[in-house]
């Protein structure tokens, strides 16, 4: 038996766990050296979250911008389509809406951070009625619930705080991504350290 991660595992179980990782065992300071880089690259976001908001949105309008394009060339290759017309007005709005973010990234943000709340509340909600339909069966229906109650807490702080959230929210969300990320990273680097 040997130990990963303070568990015991047979020769077996860590030729699996091999086949999975394969080399990268043999490079788990890098994966560390990732991860450090992602949690330090998150927490500088955190202190500059406008600015990451901005260059979101500039990437995501760069990214409706360019699929726009392609989309209405592929439209304009599809000749004795019926549909061609809806095709080439979705590259349209996608072109539109792409450069619209790119020229006001602010009002972008706005629409953005809007929909992100609208999405929460949502998701809040159904999480609730979810949570609530299983009440009685047994099941751990309170952590749905509870999810729930969380994400319409968090669509409401974004929409008490509207337009304001709109300046930091989603760069806020990128940064804690970022540093989750990054730790995950260092936690398999220790992991297969330690299976090394």
Do not use: N
């Not at 406008?50 to 995501?60: D, G, H, I, R, Y």
């Not at 972008?108 to 009685?136: D, E, N, Y």
């Not at 804690?176 to 730790?183: K, L, P, Q, T």
Request: with cysteine; aromatic share 10%; net charge positive.
């Amino acid at each position: 038996m040997s130990e990963l991660s303070g568990t015991s595992y047979t020769k077996e179980q860590l030729s699996v766990v091999q086949g999975v990782v394969g080399d990268l065992s043999k490079h788990w300071g890098w994966l560390l050296a990732l991860g450090i880089l992602f949690i330090a690259l998150g927490t500088i976001a955190l202190g500059m979250s406008v600015a990451v908001t901005v260059a979101t949105v500039l990437f995501f309008g760069v990214l409706l911008t360019i699929g726009g394009v392609f989309q209405a060339i592929e439209a304009l290759k599809c000749r004795g389509w019926k549909s061609i017309l809806a095709h080439v007005l979705i590259a349209l709005l996608y072109a539109v809406a792409g450069v619209s973010m790119i020229t006001e990234p602010v009002a972008g943000s706005l629409v953005l951070t809007a929909f992100l709340g609208g999405i929460f509340v949502a998701t809040g909600l159904l999480r609730i009625m979810m949570g609530l339909h299983l009440k009685g069966t047994g099941l751990r229906w309170g952590w749905i619930v509870f999810a729930g109650l969380v994400s319409l807490v968090l669509g409401a702080m974004i929409f008490f705080q509207w337009p304001m959230s709109a300046l930091w929210i989603i760069g806020l969300l990128v940064a804690i991504e970022m540093i989750f990320h990054g730790w995950a990273y260092v936690m398999i680097a220790l992991a297969l350290k330690t299976a090394r």
